[in-house]
């Protein structure tokens, strides 16, 4: 090796040297490298149940294990979020999500801000990463979802319109548009697929669409201000609450007609509003806002047999995959309550975000 190399390497060395003794007198660290920047850490594998919580104000979605009864994390997901609802294979969660002010009854609209119509969407998250994947373009002021038996098309209820759109989930482009009623909230799959169910809260009716045809076949009148719907597993029924009639349309799922009305006892504070139907078929439980209560419905004999005071105006619920577990947002309170049907006792409370809305359970 000639003298001059060994001259050189000599003064790399201490050059690197120097540098080194300048970086750790200044306190600072060298910026990582491709080679040398850790990656992102990964979420835990799951290993049991999640509930999903909206929060309306906050903006974003509680993750709740259900079993321990604790918070697992929030994910930040955008303005308003409210509808939610999971996808055929678990594994995404699809958010409705507006730019449009809150009006609660009696508010002036006029003296409201104007709505931010960049923020109507819906969002797309993953369960597995427990993160915001994208969002889809939803129409406007979406306010409910609902998925496709095969995953491929959204239905959404875009309230301002008057409404519903249907989306394919791959790339966002519209499907189709249909008119529904004034202040469409509630977008329901029927459990074998054929068809959803639109509830109109301005015009007291439900639209039903083919989501083969994409077109709709029948329109049904039900009591005042129709909030949501929930199905028997055999696709035989269809439960309607009325918040402004304190009553439940039964409808027959298949012919789209009304059968009857189930009154519920307890006066105008009782609003039936969010609902679910047990595993098996032989519940229906109904959340009543101001009246605080979820109800039990007797599908059989369709009469209510109980009634448990869960928190401050209930609204989204959910039932567990085995169907011993009822869990309810409650808005006022900011706290999800989770009941235990056979007791019929509140069994724990879970302190949410800013105004929990919507729920969904993840086995």
């Known amino acids: 090796m000639r003298k001059s190399s060994v001259l050189d390497r000599a003064r790399v060395c201490l050059l690197a040297a120097g540098c080194a003794a300048v970086v750790a007198c200044s306190g600072s660290t060298p910026p990582a490298t491709p080679e040398t920047a850790e990656a992102p850490a990964k979420p835990a594998p799951r290993t049991g149940p999640l509930l999903f919580v909206t929060n309306e104000v906050g903006g974003d979605v509680t993750v709740i294990d259900p079993v321990a009864a604790n918070i697992v994390t929030t994910i930040q997901v955008g303005k308003r979020p409210r509808g939610i609802t999971l996808s055929p294979d678990r594994k995404t969660l699809y ?25 109507d969407g819906i969002g797309v998250v993953s369960v597995d990463e427990l993160r915001l994947v994208r969002v889809i373009a939803g129409g406007s002021d979406p306010e409910t979802v609902a998925v496709s038996r095969d995953g491929k098309t959204l239905f959404v209820a875009n309230e301002d319109v008057g409404e519903a759109s249907a989306i394919d989930v791959s790339d966002g482009h519209v499907l189709g548009t249909f008119k529904v009623g004034g202040e469409p909230e ?95 078929g032989k519940y229906l439980f109904a959340t009543t806002g101001r009246g605080k209560n979820v109800v039990f419905i007797d599908t059989a004999a369709n009469q209510q ?16 995959a085995d169907g011993r577990t009822i869990f309810t947002a409650n808005g006022p309170s900011n706290d999800v309550s989770i009941v235990d049907v056979e007791s019929r006792m509140v069994k724990a409370k879970v302190k949410g975000g800013d105004r929990p809305w919507g729920v969904a359970y993840v086995p």
């Open 305 to 320: 047999i109980a009634s448990v005071e869960v928190g401050d105006r209930p609204w989204g619920i959910a039932v567990s």
């Open 186 to 280: 509630g977008v329901h799959l029927r459990p074998d697929g054929g068809v959803v169910y639109v509830t109109s809260e301005e015009d007291n009716q439900v639209t039903v669409i083919d989501t083969t045809t994409l077109k709709p076949v029948a329109t049904i009148a039900v009591g005042p201000r129709p909030r949501s719907t929930a199905f028997l597993p055999d696709s035989s029924r269809a439960y309607v609450p009325a918040e402004n009639g304190s009553s439940i349309s039964v409808i027959d799922a298949k012919v789209h007609k009304l059968l009857q009305t189930i009154k519920l006892p307890g006066g105008p504070l009782v609003r039936p509003m969010g609902t679910a139907v047990s595993p098996d």
């Open 95 to 119: 958010v409705a999500l507006s730019g449009t002010p809150i009006a609660g009854p009696g508010v002036d609209e006029s003296k409201l801000p104007p709505a931010d119509k960049k923020a």
